[in-house]
Each structure stands twice: as C-alpha cells, then as structure tokens.
C-alpha cells in the first residue's frame, strides 16, 4: 500500500506498548499525509468535526490527511458511524489504535472498510534492541549487572513504552555500582501483570486453562491459574471453571472428578486467600491428570436434538404410573414388568415413546470409569437381544 501510495483505513489491534502510535506516524510519514492525532479517551464529536474541516481544506490544496485515533474503541457506535461518510469519500485514511478484539468493540460497517493488522507484543530480541538503541542515545550503558538486564526485560511484559521508562528512571539514578536483582526491584517499582479480568486476556487465559487440562497438561495449566490470579482475577470464578470441565471433559471417566473440584471449591470458599488457592491448584491437578471423556456432553447433546425433532411423543403405557380405576382402564402401566421381579433384575422393557426406535445416544469412551459402564451397558443389550429373540 505503501509504495502504491494507496493507504487504505487500518485498525491496528494489539497490547500496550507494541508500537501502534509510532506506526501510524510511519505511516502518514512515508505517505506524505498530514498526521491528526486524536484520544477517543479525551476527544469528541465536536474535535472530529474540526479535523473534517481541516481534512477537507487540505485535499482541496492536494494533500490528505490520516486521522489516528487511539483507543478507537473507546468511542460508542454512534460516534463511530459519525466519521464513516468521511473514510468513504476519502477525506481522511483512518488508522485506528485498540487494545481489544475489534470484532467486538467496532461497528461492522466501520470494520468492513477497515483492514485489521494485528500486532504482538514484543519478543525479547525486539526488546533488547530498544534499550540497546536508548544506552546509545543516552551515551552510557544501564548499571545493570547482566541478571538485572535480563530482570528488567522480563518486567517490561513485552512493553516498548514500559522498559523506556523504566531506563529513563534507572538512567537518573545515582548508583555506585551495577544493581543486581534484588536493587533493581527496589529501585523501581515492579509492575502487574497485563490482564484485564473483563477484558479480552479474561478470556484468553481462561480460554488456555481450559484446553490446557483437555490436553492433560496441568503443568500448562498450573501456569494460567497463577497468571490468572496474579492477575486479580476472582478464584470463584476459576472454580466455577474448573467444575465446569469435570462435568464436560472428565465426565463419566472419574465421576470422583466433580466432587474434588466441589470440594476444592469449597475449601477455598473457607479459607480464604492465598491458602485456600492451593485447593484449586490441586483440583488442576487432579483434573490434568484424570482420564478425560465427553461422552454425557455429546449424549446429552444428541438427546436434546433428538428430542426437538420428535415433538410430543408420549411416553409407552407401560412406564405410567396409573392410581386412579380411569387411567387403569385407559392402559396406563398395562404389561410393566418390575425390574426387580425379573431375572437379573432387568426387564429389558423399551422405554422410548411408541413409534421411536432405541436409539443409543450415550456411547462410553475406553478409558476410566467409563470402560466399566461400556460392559454393563454391553451386557444389558446382550439381555435384551437374548429376550427378544426368545419372544
């Protein structure tokens, strides 16, 4: 686009400090474009306005005009449709900044005339380039010793703007000597995690966390939990998680599963922080490890489906209880067989409605608690072809 000299509109999606502002000024740099910056933070309709009016004023002279607006969706969706008319014309190229999932936060008609860049945060060979390149604009190399050159990237969390200000603030101390580890923390302030409990790093972890114990790795996921509640996230709400995923993941292949994560939750829900996040990360544990199967999810799943298909079927007459002489005399309970009346104690009566085929809607995984309900669900069918054959 660039060397076509035909910018089009540009959302660019990514975490603080990965470069968004100093891209966009790239941008209107290399382009020839007048560069209006804008905070939707700070600005409103009435600052758009103005800069439409020195956009238009421009083109008519034979220059155009980039709007960069920073924290783009922090603008609601009626302001957002305010400066469509004037990406369309071409009165001004949009270069929106965000940190969240533009999916969510930006119109669809503003998104469609928009392509989407997204940008990561940075590596640690991007990040040791920028403090290279301030020690050469300042002149002299961060009294660091080579621990606390490593410390103070990793405090950094992938943040440009973070590590120069935390060199900004170590090139005006007075130091001695080098600071290790432990001098650096006091020297500066170290700081939180990146994470957004109502935010999209809300899900993402969580979203890790899941498919983490999924694929039984509950080192990963031991991982996300501590990020998690660095983070500040509510432990209740991972408990709630981590319930979730012994009911879906582990199912019927440890039935204990649900309970250690109940009472996991539980123990939490008296002891309190920090003691009582030990118990969720044993219930990790304990679920990373545990054989896995979603078989109730998908009989469950099927039976629903199933269920919306053949409307109002009623029960067979045999499965109804009927105290009243009436419903005697209607059929209700005619020919139950009492299974525990019966050989093996399993009548092998059908009880799907009149009309509707057996159907076999929950289908055990081999693996866990699950292989010996896959025999006794076996043998009962066994009886059931052994009985009807004989009938």
Same mark, same amino acid.
């Given at each position: 686009?660039?060397?076509?000299? %035909?910018?089009?509109s540009?959302v660019?999606?990514?975490?603080?400090g990965?470069?968004?502002?100093?891209?966009?000024r790239?941008?209107?740099?290399v382009?020839d474009?007048?560069?209006?910056?804008?905070?939707a933070v700070?600005?409103?309709?009435?600052?758009? %306005?103005?800069?439409?009016?020195r956009?238009?004023? %421009?083109?008519?002279?034979?220059?155009?005009?980039?709007?960069?607006?920073?924290?783009?969706?922090?603008?609601n969706?009626?302001?957002?449709?305010g400066?469509?008319?004037?990406v369309?014309?071409?009165t001004?190229v949009?270069?929106?900044?965000?940190?969240?999932?533009?999916?969510?936060?930006?119109?669809?008609?503003?998104?469609?005339?928009c392509?989407v860049?997204?940008l990561?945060?940075?590596e640690?060979?991007?990040?040791?380039?920028?403090?290279?390149?301030?020690?050469?604009?300042?002149?002299?190399?961060?009294?660091?010793?080579?621990?606390?050159?490593?410390?103070?990237?990793a405090?950094?969390?992938g943040?440009?703007?973070?590590l120069l200000?935390?060199?900004?603030?170590?090139f005006?101390?007075?130091?001695e000597?080098?600071?290790?580890?432990?001098?650096?923390?006091?020297?500066i302030?170290?700081?939180?995690?990146?994470?957004?409990?109502?935010?999209?790093?809300h899900?993402?972890l969580i979203?890790?966390?899941h498919?983490?114990?999924?694929g039984?790795?509950?080192?990963?996921?031991l991982y996300?939990?501590a990020?998690?509640?660095?983070?500040?996230?509510?432990?209740?709400?991972?408990?709630r998680?981590l319930?979730?995923f012994a009911?879906?993941?582990?199912g019927?292949a440890?039935?204990?599963?649900?309970?250690?994560?109940?009472?996991?939750?539980e123990?939490?829900?008296?002891?309190?922080?920090?003691e009582?996040?030990l118990?969720?990360?044993?219930?990790?544990?304990y679920?990373?490890?545990?054989?896995?199967?979603?078989?109730?999810y998908?009989?469950?799943?099927?039976a629903?489906k199933?269920?919306?298909?053949?409307?109002?079927?009623?029960?067979?007459a045999?499965?109804?209880?009927?105290?009243?002489?009436?419903?005697?005399?209607?059929?209700?309970?005619?020919?139950?067989?009492?299974?525990?009346?019966?050989?093996?104690?399993?009548?092998g009566?059908?009880?799907?409605?009149?009309g509707?085929?057996?159907?076999?809607?929950?289908?055990?995984?081999?693996?866990?608690?699950e292989?010996?309900?896959?025999?006794?669900?076996?043998?009962?069918?066994?009886?059931?072809d052994?009985?009807?054959?004989?009938?």
């Amino acid at each position: 686009m660039i060397s076509a000299r %035909r910018l089009t509109s540009i959302v660019l999606w990514g975490p603080p400090g990965c470069g968004k502002t100093t891209i966009a000024r790239l941008l209107a740099e290399v382009s020839d474009l007048a560069f209006e910056p804008l905070s939707a933070v700070f600005s409103g309709v009435a600052d758009l %306005r103005k800069i439409f009016e020195r956009a238009k004023q %421009r083109r008519a002279g034979g220059q155009g005009t980039l709007l960069f607006i920073d924290e783009i969706h922090r603008f609601n969706r009626a302001q957002q449709d305010g400066f469509l008319p004037y990406v369309e014309d071409g009165t001004v190229v949009l270069v929106g900044a965000t940190t969240e999932n533009p999916s969510f936060e930006l119109n669809a008609a503003l998104l469609s005339r928009c392509q989407v860049l997204v940008l990561r945060r940075l590596e640690q060979v991007t990040l040791t380039a920028i403090l290279e390149r301030a020690e050469t604009e300042e002149g002299r190399r961060l009294p660091l010793t080579p621990g606390a050159r490593r410390q103070i990237l990793a405090m950094a969390d992938g943040d440009g703007r973070h590590l120069l200000n935390l060199a900004e603030a170590l090139f005006a101390l007075k130091s001695e000597g080098p600071l290790d580890e432990a001098a650096l923390l006091k020297a500066i302030q170290k700081r939180a995690p990146l994470y957004d409990k109502n935010r999209e790093s809300h899900y993402n972890l969580i979203s890790a966390l899941h498919k983490s114990l999924r694929g039984s790795d509950c080192d990963a996921a031991l991982y996300w939990l501590a990020r998690m509640l660095e983070g500040g996230e509510d432990p209740r709400y991972i408990a709630r998680r981590l319930l979730r995923f012994a009911i879906e993941d582990v199912g019927l292949a440890d039935p204990d599963a649900a309970v250690h994560t109940m009472t996991a939750w539980e123990t939490y829900e008296r002891l309190g922080s920090p003691e009582g996040e030990l118990a969720l990360a044993q219930a990790i544990i304990y679920l990373g490890c545990a054989p896995k199967s979603n078989a109730a999810y998908k009989a469950y799943g099927a039976a629903r489906k199933l269920a919306k298909a053949t409307g109002s079927l009623a029960p067979p007459a045999h499965s109804l209880n009927a105290p009243p002489r009436l419903m005697k005399d209607l059929g209700y309970g005619k020919d139950y067989a009492y299974d525990h009346d019966q050989p093996e104690s399993f009548s092998g009566q059908d009880y799907f409605p009149e009309g509707l085929s057996r159907q076999q809607l929950y289908c055990p995984v081999e693996r866990g608690f699950e292989r010996d309900l896959g025999k006794r669900l076996a043998y009962w069918q066994r009886l059931r072809d052994s009985r009807g054959e004989d009938t």
